[in-house]
Nanobody
Framework: QVQLIESGGGSVQAGGSLRLSCAAS????????MGWFRQAPGKEREFVAF????????TYGDSVKGRFTIFRDNAKNTVYLQMNNLKPEDTAVYYC?????????????????WGLGTQVTVSS
């Protein structure tokens, strides 16, 4: 079993930056691909970014390309999401997810394990 704990959320003004972290415990996330998703009030959960094991492949949702970067520190069992040039429309709860499957996917059904989320609020 894998437990995922997100941190690093908060409130920031438009144009600012935040770095989210996702720490895995219970079992190493070696051989797990990881993803970030987000969900705004009244909207479906949206794909943000994917990173393969051990990290050679990354993919991004269209709305965050060029602004967000996903990377991982496998020695620390941690995945990060660096978010730059934040916009009010980035406001959402951000979730970390893990999958034993190595092919990138933007579908929530692809991922077996989920964290509880961290709130990001961007004000204009």
């Amino acid at each position: 079993q894998v437990q995922l704990i997100e941190s690093g959320g908060g409130s920031v003004q438009a144009g600012g930056s935040l770095r989210l972290s996702c720490a895995a415990s219970g079992r190493t996330v070696s051989n797990y691909a990881m993803g970030w998703f987000r969900q705004a009030p009244g909207k479906e959960r949206e794909f943000v970014a994917f990173i393969s094991w051990p990290g050679g492949t990354t993919t991004y949702g269209d709305s965050v390309k060029g602004r967000f970067t996903i990377f991982r520190d496998n020695a620390k069992n941690t995945v990060y999401l660096q978010m730059n040039n934040l916009k009010p429309e980035d406001t959402a709860v951000y979730y970390c997810a893990a999958t034993v499957k190595w092919v990138p996917s933007s579908s929530t059904r692809w991922y077996e394990y989920w964290g509880l989320g961290t709130q990001v609020t961007v004000s204009s």
